[in-house]
């Protein structure tokens, strides 16, 4: 079975700090990889997402993920966060041997400080 | 194109009612997905539907709960005799194909 950790469970930083959130899945077969945001009040929207080739993803927004295979990881970064990045950010995996459903993990919250 | 539409936003019953969640998926998409987001958790998936066929409910409560997608009209997510622990935020997600993209505002269930 697919399994998703994401380790911080609560993130505050200031205006223009870096932002690295972690992201470890269990499943070693062959994996598509999500990050989904969650503004307050509203629904999720897709940031990025990895099926195959660089293994540095960009998204929107100023986002990106890089896939490590060997470290199971798919760490989301920004490197200058605004107060407008408030929210709560999701990893996801799926994968054909779990019926393609994305399989989530807990969720990091993040809180910008202006 | 109108994005994945979920009604109720906001649905509150009483303890042994019938709650009725409605899911139209985005123009041109056949597969919808429905999770579940309690207080303080991550989404958890439920069920997994093609038009007129349940592909995958491996995440479904085997009781009170089930799902449909009719050939016409909206996915539809029905809960039997609620109970206060099925509060919670329900979410559908539709895609053209295999791989969930794009999600509804949500259902808030609130059970008193």
């Known amino acids: 079975a697919q399994s998703v950790s994401q380790h911080n469970h609560h993130v505050i930083l200031s205006e223009a700090a870096s932002l690295e959130l972690g992201c470890n899945y269990s499943?070693?077969?062959?994996?598509?990889l999500f990050w989904y945001v969650q503004y307050p009040g509203q629904h999720l929207q897709l940031l990025l997402k990895?099926?195959?080739?660089?293994?540095l993803v960009k998204g929107i927004k100023g986002f990106e993920a890089e896939f490590i295979k060997s470290k199971f990881s798919f760490n989301l970064r920004k490197p200058s966060v605004q107060w407008s990045d408030t929210a709560e950010y999701f990893c996801?995996?799926?994968?054909?041997?779990?019926?393609?459903?994305?399989?989530f993990g807990g969720g990091t919250r993040v809180l910008v400080k202006p | 194109n109108a994005g994945v539409m979920q009604n109720p936003r906001h649905l509150v019953r009483r303890r042994g009612q019938e709650a009725r969640l409605r899911c139209s998926p985005m123009?041109?998409?056949?597969?919808v997905y429905w999770y579940r987001q309690l207080p303080e958790e991550g989404l958890k998936f439920m069920v997994y539907?093609?038009?007129?066929?349940?592909?995958?409910e491996s995440g479904m409560p085997k009781e009170r709960f089930s799902a449909e997608f009719p050939k016409e009209g909206p996915s539809i997510l029905r809960i039997q005799q609620v109970v206060r622990g099925d509060s919670a935020a329900y979410f559908c997600?539709?895609?053209?194909?295999?791989?969930?993209?794009?999600f509804g505002d949500g259902t808030r269930l609130s059970i008193l």
């Open positions: 539907l093609q038009k007129e066929n349940i592909i995958d």
């Open positions: 996801a995996v799926k994968s054909k041997a779990a019926g393609n459903k994305l399989t």
């Open positions: 990895y099926f195959s080739g660089d293994p």
């Open positions: 499943y070693g077969g062959t994996v598509n």
């Open positions: 997600a539709s895609s053209p194909d295999e791989a969930p993209q794009h």
């Open positions: 123009k041109g998409h056949s597969h």
